[in-house]
């Protein structure tokens, strides 16, 4: 019985334990963690020192907070965030480098005068090029599969429409897989994903009532059910579904549509997981495996160094009413 609940624990299935909102990102070696009140970069320095910046989060907007609206509105701002953090880490990272270089370029003077813009310029390309990757590739080239077989032409709804979205859908999956397969083989990533993994095992051992500890952290799963990655699957899940429902027509009134729907996607999305977090029962593991399962490929084991960036950017943002952050 003790084995059987130690693997549960270690899933996250628990229902005792406690389910946090914390949540965080994997940096240039560092860490970014988000609590109800706080957020912390910890970084770990060239030097070896573990610098950790925290900063009070505004707010969030009552207006904000509905169904189907907080899950598209949190994806931008929290990807916002993110990117600021990983700019901010790479630029930790670079530090040394750029003293010994001499003067800036002209781009980093552009940015130093002008963060806002080069802000929100990163931002829309990294959105655009996720979009046009994920969500219009595959529509794209299964409208040319289409065309170049006969299967599905000319016909709007039905079971063949439906077969050419699940083909889509496949597409999307297999093109998220090969990006996944290709960063991994960057050392830099991989060391990114063991960032990622110690954001895991640190907010479990959060959530499993422990001291924030190495030896604590080291026994968690690097696999967590609130995770990115999940979200990530869901959206590709669920983008099927819709798609099929909505029917195919010409090349581009397919993009318009998809792009359309996406905000709508994403808020379902979000509701899944808001929803797959918050219970434990046959419904949700199930929501959850395919999330788990494509986690292993980004995160990775973490060494103790990793682990002590992550222990100290989870410290920063705990809030001090522990019910705050409740999921």
């Not at 699940?166 to 060391?191: A, M």
Request: aromatic residues 6%; positive net charge.
């Amino acid at each position: 019985m003790a084995d059987k609940r130690q693997i549960k624990e270690k899933d996250g299935a628990d229902p005792s334990r406690k389910r946090t909102t914390i949540g965080g990102q994997a940096l240039i070696e560092g860490l970014l963690m988000l609590g109800p009140q706080k957020q912390a970069i910890a970084l770990r320095e060239p030097g070896g020192e573990i610098r950790v910046t925290v900063k009070e989060r505004g707010a969030k907007s009552a207006r904000f907070n509905l169904p189907l609206l907080r899950g598209p509105v949190r994806l931008v701002t929290q990807m916002k965030t993110g990117i600021s953090a990983l700019m901010l880490s790479a630029e930790a990272a670079m530090g040394e480098e750029e003293e010994s270089e001499g003067e800036p370029s002209v781009l980093d003077r552009f940015a130093d005068r002008h963060p806002n813009l080069v802000m929100g310029l990163t931002l829309f390309l990294s959105l655009g090029l996720s979009i046009a990757l994920f969500i219009l590739l595959p529509s794209a080239l299964t409208d040319l599969v289409r065309r170049l077989t006969g299967f599905g032409l000319g016909v709007t709804r039905g079971g063949a429409v439906f077969a050419l979205s699940i083909l889509e859908g496949l597409v999307r999956v297999l093109l998220f897989l090969l990006y996944l397969w290709l960063t991994s083989r960057s050392s830099e990533i991989k060391r990114v994903w063991m960032y990622h993994g110690s954001e895991h095992k640190t907010i479990a051992c959060y959530e499993a009532g422990l001291p924030l500890t190495l030896p604590n952290v080291r026994e968690q799963s690097r696999l967590h059910p609130r995770c990115g990655t999940s979200f990530l699957f869901l959206v590709m899940f669920v983008s099927i579904l819709a798609f099929s429902i909505v029917g195919r027509y010409s090349l581009w009134l397919n993009i318009v549509i998809r792009l359309a729907l996406l905000p709508l996607i994403a808020g379902v999305a979000y509701e899944l997981i808001r929803f797959a977090g918050s219970r434990d029962n046959w419904l949700t593991r199930t929501l959850s495996k395919p999330g788990l399962a494509l986690q292993r490929l980004t995160t990775a084991e973490p060494d103790d160094p990793i682990m002590e960036v992550a222990i100290e950017a989870m410290k920063a943002v705990i809030p001090d009413n522990p019910n705050d952050d409740n999921w």
